[in-house]
């Protein structure tokens, strides 16, 4: 079985081919993943604009495909072009007319490998929420317009289990299997738009135990580093800034600022960071000497606060729902520091779970996931016509 997964829920232009082979032990062999970044457009403006994004999904669509097929061997160039009526493909795609301008020539040039009644791929599997809701739509317009023009049945996939699940993702290629033992599972989905703790007391069984109530950890890491004058996305930025720095809780004390770590110790699982971001502006308006030994200080200290928060709270959740799994997923988990402490963490309080992070390269948004949340979808039939398929921005899971 072979899945073509589409991701544009916020501004990276993601497209996989994820191969299954067997049936009774299957494994995964990923044949491409592509992710066409737009951060050096959103640079310039120091964040995402949903509709900025929206145009840059239409214009990078198209050859993320050819690039993604390409490289997974599935492209054929046609031998003469059939005459081709593209009058329901212009009304499919009526609201993105700069990817509508794109696909037709791609039609008309290639096509699948296989025939047109069985063409090489099963599946396509799109994320329909959440997200920003005209980045989402662009994905699935593109998804509805191949479906129709190949003939091939959809997979609509929650972005937050797309982020749980590409842990099921092995290096050797096989799939993770999570089994009866392996839960309770608890997962921390942290992103740009993100923070939720979800418990799985099985295998699609799944309970929001806490969420933030403001600002997502990653948008918090965004915002921090916009005041601080420093480039978007912040999280990675920050993270470079505080390497090799001490904060006062982790030991020296070089750094001399103390940020507040909010609803750290709330007997809930829910997050705030928004007074946060508060604390580092209010800080940041009383220096005047701006110098990279203040921003490095302030970076590790912001980084050391968001992540005191996530895993006091994670691990609280862990005990008191005795989970066996904890799974990290989402942009910021990419924070080596994050994963660091958090494996540290778990060995210190000798609390017997398994930990499950994906690689950096699959923390942050990309098309792979889609196509591993998919697979568990398809397994259980759960396939969606082009013309039902629709965006759902705020899609719990
Ligand atoms: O999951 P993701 O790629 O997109 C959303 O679904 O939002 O997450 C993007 C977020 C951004 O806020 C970015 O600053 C953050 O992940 N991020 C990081 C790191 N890499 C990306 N945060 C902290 N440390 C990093 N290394
Ligand atoms: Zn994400």
């Given at each position: 079985m072979k899945i073509l997964a589409v991701e544009t829920s916020c501004d990276d232009t993601g497209i996989a081919i994820l191969e299954i082979k067997g049936n009774k032990n299957p494994s995964f062999n990923v044949l491409s993943n592509i992710v066409s970044s737009q951060i050096e457009i959103h640079k310039q403006y120091g964040g995402v604009y949903p509709m900025m994004a929206k145009r840059e999904h239409q214009k990078n669509l198209v050859p993320t495909l050819i690039q993604s097929l390409k490289q997974a061997g599935l492209l054929k160039i046609k031998n003469k072009s059939k005459k081709q009526n593209f009058k329901n493909l212009e009304k499919i795609l009526e609201r993105e007319p700069e990817l509508l301008k794109k696909i037709i020539p791609f039609f008309k040039k290639y096509t699948l490998k296989g025939?047109?009644?069985?063409?090489?791929?099963n599946y396509i599997a799109v994320t329909?929420?959440?997200?920003?809701e005209p980045c989402l739509w662009v994905g699935i317009n593109f998804v509805k317009a191949l479906s129709y023009f190949w003939n091939i049945p959809i997979i609509e996939v929650n972005h937050i289990k797309a982020h749980i699940f590409?842990?099921?993702?092995?290096?050797?290629?096989?799939?993770?299997?999570?089994?009866?033992?392996?839960?309770p599972v608890l997962a921390l989905v942290v992103s740009g738009g993100h923070t939720q703790l979800v418990l799985m007391t099985e295998l699609g069984k799944y309970q929001i135990l806490g969420e933030t109530r403001d600002d997502a950890a990653g948008e918090c890491f965004d915002k921090c580093a916009k005041i601080l004058g420093l480039s978007y996305p912040g999280g990675p930025i920050i993270a470079k800034l505080a390497e090799g720095i001490k904060t006062p809780s982790t030991g020296?004390?070089?750094?001399k600022i103390i940020l507040p770590r909010p609803?750290?110790?709330?007997?809930?699982y829910d997050f705030s960071f928004s007074g946060l971001k508060t604390a580092v502006l209010y800080a940041d308006r009383k220096?005047?000497?701006?110098n990279i030994k203040y921003k490095k200080q302030m970076a590790v200290e912001v980084q050391q606060a968001i992540i005191d928060v996530l895993i006091k709270k994670t691990i609280k959740a862990a005990k008191d729902f005795k989970v066996k799994t904890i799974i990290l997923g989402g942009?910021?988990?990419?924070?080596k520091e994050l994963r660091a402490q958090f494996k540290a963490k778990i060995e210190k309080e000798n609390l017997n779970v398994n930990l499950l992070i994906p690689p950096a390269n699959l923390s942050t948004d990309n098309g792979l996931m889609v196509a591993v949340a998919g697979y568990f979808r398809a397994k259980q039939k759960k396939f969606t016509k082009w013309q039902d398929l629709k965006a759902e921005s705020n899609l719990r899971i």
């Open positions: 025939t047109s009644e069985k063409p090489d791929i329909n929420g959440p997200g920003l590409v842990n099921e993702l092995k290096e050797n290629g096989k799939i993770g299997g999570l089994e009866k033992k392996d839960f020296s004390g070089q750094a609803m750290i110790s709330t007997k809930d220096v005047k000497n701006k942009g910021v988990t990419a924070n």
